[in-house]
């Protein structure tokens, strides 16, 4: 009898408390509204957008930066051998090209568009470490406000030298990199376990969102006569960034514990959910042998 009665109270103990197991949508006590961890997905929702626009933005840019009538130009042969001459004036087809101020080749554009992953890859095992040390909140924000002041600075370093501008991308995706390490984190530490995978899924999607908008408002800001209408595509995507990345360090914090605004009830749900698993976690320690 004290074996069952043990096991029973056990098992009540990490009941949902405004959730019944793994419907995340029948708050009973908390409304759908007002729960944090849904605003904290919608802002990593919100995130991810930021975060592509700015890696995707210099591939669009380029089409509308390079001359690439120039480049072409140069490539053509000064002679020509005149073998039939027509009098009939010939057809001629007109086409609009939008031709930027740079005479970069496909090499240099190569280089810059790889430059970024370049950078990208070095910080994601750091980023890991760091993301589990002190937490997401000053990471993730603090690389997009940091990878945003480097977009602003590139329509400006462009004119100086493409080697410049090179650079530059490479600090944008060394910043990068400690985004999706960041991501994992903080879902470990808000979803609880049967709301992982849709809470995860929403968040990652804004990274396909971010691509499809970063593409289409920028070859529509190639067109534009103002500014020139290219540095719009770096201006736009540093202005989101880095408004996103103080709304995320005033908004966010590291642990369910420290919210301001979350309710006990859901406070509760969120640390039954899933402190177990950070607690296997931080004692499995890998050695190597």
């Known amino acids: 009898m004290e074996k069952t009665n043990s096991k029973s109270s056990g098992k009540s103990q990490f009941l949902p408390l405004n959730t019944i197991k793994t419907d995340w949508f029948s708050c009973r006590i908390v409304p759908f509204w007002r729960l944090i961890r849904i605003a904290v997905t919608v802002l990593g929702f919100f995130g991810m957008i930021a975060h592509y626009s700015q890696k995707v933005n210099v591939g669009i840019a380029l089409v509308c930066m390079v001359n690439h009538s120039a480049i072409e130009q140069n490539k053509l ?34 280089i810059i568009l790889g430059s970024y992953f370049w950078g990208y890859i070095i910080t994601q095992i750091p980023g890991g470490y760091l993301a589990g040390r002190f937490g997401p909140r000053f ?10 002041l480097f977009i602003a600075l590139m329509p400006l370093i462009a004119h100086v030298h ?6 530059l991308r490479l600090l944008v995706g060394f ?6 390490p960041c991501m994992t984190v903080i879902m470990a ?18 990274s396909q969102a971010g691509n499809a908008f970063a593409l289409s408002i920028g070859g529509l800001m190639c067109s534009w006569d103002f500014a020139d209408g290219w540095p719009l595509i770096f201006y736009s995507a540093a202005v989101f960034g880095f408004v996103w990345g103080i709304i995320w360090i005033l908004f966010y914090t590291n642990s369910p514990r420290n919210h301001r ?3 006990i009830q859901e406070k509760e749900y969120i640390l039954q959910n899933t402190q177990q698993q950070l607690s296997n976690s931080n004692k499995n320690d890998f050695h190597v042998p």
């Open 139 to 148: 990471l993730f924000g603090g690389a997009m406000i940091v990878s945003s």
């Open 77 to 110: 042969n000064s002679t020509t051998l005149i073998t039939h001459i027509d009098d009939s004036c010939p057809q001629t087809n007109s086409t609009n090209h939008i031709e930027g101020p740079f005479i970069w080749t496909k090499t240099m554009q190569g």
């Open 175 to 180: 910043s990068h990199g400690i985004i999706w």
């Open 261 to 263: 605004f979350i309710s």
């Open 189 to 206: 530490h808000w979803a609880p376990v049967h709301e992982r995978g849709k809470l995860m899924g929403f968040m990652n999607a804004g």
């Open 162 to 167: 493409w080697i410049l501008f090179c650079i």
